[in-house]
């Protein structure tokens, strides 16, 4: 245990950081990426599942499209349990519906009694595992600033929030990435239900060991002991963080970023295929852009943490970022460029993904010292909505291939067939439009971050004062 004294003991307590910190942050993090295998595993392989389940590609759409729906209502449910319920509950909670999930779609397709359901159930099985992992992914989503204000030092914050916030992004890019290389025919389904059913085991167990509490017997930070003594009822503090024009910007413009990209990753496998790229290449680009991601992500949270700079840092990334996302869905629209892709998405990840850590870290700041759950949750739920309108949107602006795309579409592979017959539910789309409406929309969540953010640094700030001076400079401002 770390030990840090205040030269006015009278003033400001004794602060102390705990081992048990690195725990509780694999636990949360481990969490977000059961919740994100699961979510995104089925889309990963959408011919596959739509062959086996013997639905159409919106069939499989309503297995991605579930998450954000039921998603919507238990974002601001989820910020009510954090702070009434505490974060070990939260905890385990999400963890068991996670576990829960996973053990529907594996017992409904396990290798050898998948014969005992007929098709029709086994797939309102998979939708009912779906809406509890959507269920659990507002729970884990809203917990990085949490954990990093609850349980880290001021210098250890930003790691903290962004190891946990990269931690949704590794979990797409397991689900997205290994996917594709198992399950290589319809009849492997039941093998990929079988496999990402492990990991949730794994959470469950590791949270009920290492989460036995929701908050250290001794706060780490003077803005952490600060936080800890403001307490405002759940209306109140929804209005003044709807009337906080820095944190309105992040909620359409950081929202929309992760709403962008919970669409792109559901539909790439869709719109690769409908260009003649083979399953496991799809696989392998979406594994190039989130690995990418994970570490420019990292490198940006180091640059942001090292010189101070954290609202230029995320401006300058999502300006380039968003140029290199266009390329990337201009060279969607075309057949053969597997070399350029691949390049392309390995720099576009590497650069734009570090709006995600930086993000909440801008919005823990920027809403300080209110509950930081709350805020997060706020982000999540335009995330959602903004995913969600995306991939409805996508069906309605299909369009069909020519004879040219007819002849090298991959979508349709009749080996994926167990009985080698096309049931004729799979059928290759012309995805432009849709390409060109996300054009649209990350470029106009650029404008909205870089023109409408004008960020203050409350928490910063906060470790320079007494925390008396913080707290009754709060209640000045906002209770009197």
């Not at 349990?81 to 594996?106: P, Q, W």
């Not at 789309?429 to 409350?458: E, N, P, Q, R, W």
């Not at 910063?460 to 000045?476: G, L, M, P, V, W």
Request: proline share 3%; aromatic share 10%; hydrophobic share 45%.
């Amino acid at each position: 245990m770390e030990k840090s004294n205040s030269s006015d003991e009278l003033e400001e307590p004794t602060f102390q950081v705990y081992k048990r910190r690195w725990f509780v942050l694999a636990t949360v993090a481990m969490l977000n990426v059961s919740i994100n295998i699961l979510w995104i595993s089925f889309s990963s392989v959408a011919s596959s599942v739509s062959y086996y389940y013997e639905v159409s590609p919106s069939g499989v759409d309503l297995l991605s499209a579930i998450g954000f729906l039921i998603g919507l209502p238990v974002c601001l449910l989820s910020t009510w349990m954090v702070d009434k319920l505490g974060l070990r509950f939260t905890v385990t909670f999400a963890n068991v519906i996670t576990f829960l999930g996973g053990l529907i779609r594996c017992v409904s397709t396990f290798p050898g009694l998948e014969g005992s359901f007929n098709k029709n159930v086994q797939y309102w099985c998979a939708v009912a595992a779906q809406v509890l992992v959507g269920i659990a992914n507002p729970l884990g989503f809203c917990l990085p600033t949490k954990v990093a204000q609850d349980w880290f030092p001021p210098n250890e914050v930003a790691l903290a929030s962004g190891i946990i916030t990269l931690s949704f992004v590794l979990g797409v890019t397991m689900g997205n990435a290994i996917t594709p290389f198992v399950i290589t025919k319809s009849e492997y389904v039941p093998y990929l239900n079988l496999m990402w059913f492990i990991p949730s085991i794994i959470t469950l167990i590791l949270g009920l060991v290492s989460v036995n509490r929701s908050k250290p017997l001794t706060s780490p930070s003077k803005s952490s002991a600060v936080a800890e003594t403001i307490h405002i009822t759940f209306g109140k503090r929804l209005k003044k963080l709807l009337t906080n024009k820095n944190f309105l910007v992040l909620v359409l413009s950081v929202g929309g970023a992760i709403g962008f990209f919970n669409a792109i990753i559901s539909q790439l496998q869709q719109l690769m295929c409908a260009r003649g790229y083979e399953v496991w290449f799809s696989g392998l680009c979406g594994a190039l852009v989130l690995l990418s991601g994970i570490v420019g992500g990292g490198f940006s949270t180091f640059v942001a943490t090292k010189t101070g700079k954290l609202e230029e840092t995320a401006k300058i990334i999502l300006c380039v970022g968003v140029i290199m996302i266009v390329l990337i869905l201009e060279l969607l629209r075309k057949s053969g460029m597997d070399w350029g892709i691949a390049v392309s998405l390995v720099v576009g990840g590497f650069i734009a993904f570090g709006i995600l850590p930086l993000g909440m870290e801008l919005s823990e700041e920027n809403t300080y010292p209110l509950e930081s759950s709350t805020g997060i949750t706020i982000i999540n739920l335009s995330a959602q909505l903004q995913g969600l309108i995306l991939i409805a949107v996508s069906g309605f602006l299909d369009t069909d291939l020519v004879s040219s795309d007819l002849a090298i579409e991959t979508c349709t592979d009749n080996s994926l067939n167990e009985d080698g017959v096309d049931p004729g539910n799979v059928k290759a789309k012309d995805k432009t439009h849709f390409l060109m409406l996300l054009m649209c929309h990350i470029t106009a969540v650029c404008l909205i971050f870089v023109i409408g953010l004008k960020s203050k640094y409350k928490r910063r700030d906060a470790e320079h004062k007494k925390i008396r001076q913080t707290r009754n400079s709060f209640i000045a401002e906002h209770l009197m």
